[in-house]
């Protein structure tokens, strides 16, 4: 399988990148630096029996660079098996981007909204898309998703995991029958990452707990029928998010103000 995974540089991103490359998928890296994806694809390339491995340099936080980021994919591939959203940021110096967002709304929640838009032309009903979501979920400040109010760190990595989960549910239904399997997943809490070190100062969980249900959501038959649901990595099953991820209307309004901000940004 062809497998896509952004933030494949660090952490849960990285360690999957690992475990489906050494089960001889095909992975496709992407990240920031140029340096890192480097060594990453170095590291995967040594795994015995390793597929083919590609890099991807893209900022999430430009919306340009996630168009050229789609762009380039279509260029070398006619299908993607899977999509694993895991790229995410908490704790950053600046919390504006240079178009005036939230970068952690635009990074966690924009981004991969627009990215999956994009590479729908390849992805079919047997593909998949993994959201990487988190048991912290807040109600949507419509005022901080478009610019205009600021939050906290805490309140916006929650807000903007609870917006990913709500468009994931709304994209799966949109797309039934026919687009590919759409799921939000807690991999799990306070998992050994980059993020939580920084967030928490805490060594943090065993990120192989993340690495087993990413795994699963990619490639097991558990997941096949598992397009708008969410999965809570913390209890081991599929369980109901925040209630506005339910809740039709706040979807949609939610979809469409995403869709408003990146007609501005275009």
């Not at 952490?11 to 060594?39: D, M, P, Q, Y």
């Not at 990453?40 to 390793?50: C, F, G, I, R, Y």
């Not at 912290?136 to 989960?165: C, E, F, I």
């Amino acid at each position: 399988m062809t497998i896509l995974i952004t933030g494949a540089t660090d952490g849960i991103g990285l360690e999957t990148a690992k475990a489906l490359s050494a089960a001889g998928h095909n992975i496709l890296l992407h990240g920031r630096s140029e340096e890192k994806l480097v060594a990453t694809k170095t590291l995967l390339d040594a795994v015995p029996d390793h597929g083919v491995t590609e890099t991807y340099v893209a900022d999430l936080s430009d919306m340009a660079a996630v168009e050229a980021l789609a762009a380039a994919l279509a260029t070398r591939h006619k299908r993607v098996d899977v999509l694993i959203n895991n790229a995410g940021v908490f704790a950053v110096p600046d919390g504006r981007t240079a178009d005036g967002l939230d970068i952690r709304f635009v990074v966690n929640t924009i981004a991969p909204y627009l990215l999956t838009r994009r590479l729908l032309p390849l992805l079919d009903k047997s593909s998949r898309v993994v959201n990487l979501s988190s048991a912290a979920q807040s109600p949507v400040d419509p005022d901080a998703l478009s610019g205009k109010a600021s939050l906290s760190n805490s309140a916006a990595y929650s807000q903007s995991k609870l917006a990913l989960t709500m468009w994931s549910h709304s994209l799966a239904q949109e797309l039934a029958p026919d687009g590919p399997m759409i799921v939000a997943v807690n991999p799990g809490s306070f998992l050994g990452t980059k993020m939580v070190r920084d967030a928490y100062g805490a060594k943090g969980n065993d990120i192989g707990i993340g690495v087993d249900i990413l795994a699963r959501a990619a490639l097991s038959e558990e997941f096949a029928g598992a397009s708008g649901l969410y999965f809570d990595n913390d209890s081991g099953r599929f369980a109901r998010p925040h209630p506005d991820a339910l809740d039709p209307s706040k979807c949609e309004q939610l979809v469409n103000s995403l869709d408003t901000i990146l007609q501005r940004l275009f």
